[in-house]
């Protein structure tokens, strides 16, 4: 419901916190967000709390990002979104789940994807609903970045994907740690629209000049 932001000390001591409810757009069982207003509440937050910090110096400090693992955004070749992304709340693809279901099997999709169920959380059934209602946003998409992705983009200008989180978006083989290709094609998109993998705790490096 909220975004929150935290500074710790060295030895994760609690120095300031920050947090501001998110703008949700909501119409019947579709649940999106505007991608913008995000990053820009998050960019907010990280001001605000070293303010709220006071007098305390240091010399560097780390962004760690934690979130949402199935909410996602559509990028454009621009790196521009392509509208508003979808909440892990949005309930359109209750038909898609059903399809899944149909032509892979709850077994399959349990040992392949670690999930022992297939329900409209899951990124692949809502990006398996673009592919049918709007194919076009699809064909338009350069990446499809779950909204952590998104927001690291933001800060870094570094397209990637960290892996623990790919569990939850029924596209990930989690044993092999890797893309479930199968599962892409079904959804209509490729794994050249997909962000690099890279492991828990990478360091992205430094933050964008403009964002500094």
Not at 18 to 39: D, G, I, K, M
Request: charged residues 25%.
């Amino acid at each position: 419901t909220n975004i929150k932001v935290g500074l710790y000390d060295e030895q994760l001591r609690i120095l300031a916190q920050t947090q501001a409810r998110v703008n949700y757009l909501r119409e019947q069982s579709h649940v999106e967000f505007n991608p913008n207003h995000y990053f820009r509440t998050v960019l907010s937050l990280l001001c605000d709390c070293a303010a709220a910090a006071g007098g305390v110096r240091y010399d560097c400090a780390t962004i760690v990002l934690t979130g949402q693992a199935e909410s996602f955004v559509l990028l454009d070749r621009r790196g521009v979104p392509l509208g508003n992304g979808i909440s892990w709340m949005d309930m359109r693809s209750e038909e898609e789940c059903r399809e899944i279901i149909d032509r892979f099997g709850e077994e399959k999709g349990f040992s392949v994807t670690g999930q022992p169920w297939v329900n409209t959380t899951w990124t692949a059934t809502k990006l398996r609903w673009l592919y049918r209602n709007q194919p076009e946003q699809l064909e338009k998409a350069e990446k499809i970045l779950l909204l952590k992705d998104y927001i690291q983009y933001c800060l870094t200008g570094i397209c990637a994907g960290e892996r623990s989180i790919r569990g939850f978006t029924y596209y990930m083989d989690v044993l092999n740690g890797d893309y479930w290709d199968e599962m892409l094609r079904f959804c209509g998109v490729t794994r050249a629209q997909m962000p690099e993998l890279i492991p828990p705790c990478s360091d992205l490096g430094v933050l964008l000049p403009q964002v500094s």
